[in-house]
């Protein structure tokens, strides 16, 4: 079994790597100020703040079969990558990283964000311009020994964004109709591709004690918006009366797009910029074995896992309240 160290283990995604390696025999230590939730059941914790001199200093005194790095701060990433030593490196990178999200099918190839300085503020903002930088000064530590995933929208059961949560949560309510959005009187033609993070995360530990190295993109199957919806409907075994609404009126009735409160989750606007956003290349993922459950899977496990859910306000989307606003506007 291997010796796996897993730099922040405390937050959904990290907290689910650790869960998978333990389930796999896998010795299991995660570092992290433990401020994102508790250390993962079983797992050997190492509590350190990643800005103090000296935080790695637990973990650099042995060697590892693999690390998953999950930090945005580039200086993190790189000070990590420089100290510890392992044979296998991977770091949870985004597809936020790309430069332009315009191309159908673009591969991992494609140009990056310029990356975010070390000594620089790591705001929201600048969260693909980070993920740059760490992407960079660890290629640099290691001498290209390590590989990047590059996931795209990630979802699941536990999601703290709400975004994968809200559709079929909503679409299991029993309130009715259902208002989604629409383009010129037709259901929105965007794109929906979402990983569940069970998936991803095996991806991540297959891929990573293989020793892969590079750059993959770890996305889901891309699919059209009402796609999506069916496959929540599928999950949720009903099958509401749908309310189409305008996209044009989002910005003045105060509709976020993407993710947030008062949101629509995953609609972005039918342009060109945004052509490719939910449509990026796959194929090297797939080819190095990564397996994907159907995406009615993933929602009906949300559903489960959110119950009893009774119109509770999510991170993301419309409360019950704005919804009937809406549609009776």
Request: overall charge negative; glycine content about 10%.
């Amino acid at each position: 079994m291997a010796h796996i160290l897993i730099l922040g283990g405390t937050a959904w995604l990290g907290r689910t790597v650790a869960a998978q390696a333990l389930a796999a025999g896998h010795h299991v230590t995660a570092l992290a100020r433990g401020e994102s939730g508790d250390f993962p059941e079983g797992a050997s914790a190492v509590t350190a703040d990643r800005d103090e001199p000296g935080a790695y200093h637990g973990v650099s005194v042995r060697d590892w079969d693999l690390v998953v790095e999950l930090a945005r701060r580039p200086a993190h990433a790189g000070a990590a990558a420089a100290v510890i030593r392992s044979r296998n490196w991977v770091f949870v990178s985004s597809c936020s990283v790309y430069a332009d999200h315009s191309e159908p099918g673009a591969r991992e190839d494609a140009a990056l964000l310029a990356p975010l300085d070390a000594g620089a503020e790591c705001t929201p903002e600048l969260y693909g311009e980070a993920k740059s930088g760490c992407e960079q000064l660890i290629g640099e530590a290691r001498g290209g020994r390590a590989l990047m995933v590059r996931p795209g929208l990630i979802g699941g059961p536990g999601d703290p964004s709400g975004r994968s949560s809200y559709w079929p949560l909503r679409v299991a309510d029993p309130r009715e109709p259902l208002l989604v959005p629409e383009d010129d009187g037709a259901a929105y033609p965007q794109h929906v591709q979402l990983i569940d993070v069970r998936d991803l995360t095996a991806f991540i530990l297959t891929a990573g004690l293989a020793g892969r190295t590079g750059a993959v993109n770890a996305v889901g199957r891309s699919v059209p918006l009402l796609d999506a919806l069916i496959a929540a409907r599928e999950a949720a075994h009903t099958n509401p009366q749908l309310a189409l609404y305008p996209l044009s009126r989002m910005a003045d009735d105060g509709v976020a797009p993407w993710s947030g409160p008062r949101s629509l989750p995953l609609v972005l606007p039918l342009e060109d910029d945004y052509a490719g956003f939910a449509r990026r290349s796959d194929a090297l993922a797939l080819d190095w074995g990564m397996v994907r459950r159907p995406l009615a899977d993933t929602f009906g496990d949300i559903i489960v896992a959110e119950e009893p859910w009774a119109g509770r306000q999510l991170a993301s989307g419309l409360c019950a309240e704005d919804e009937a606003a809406l549609l009776a506007s």
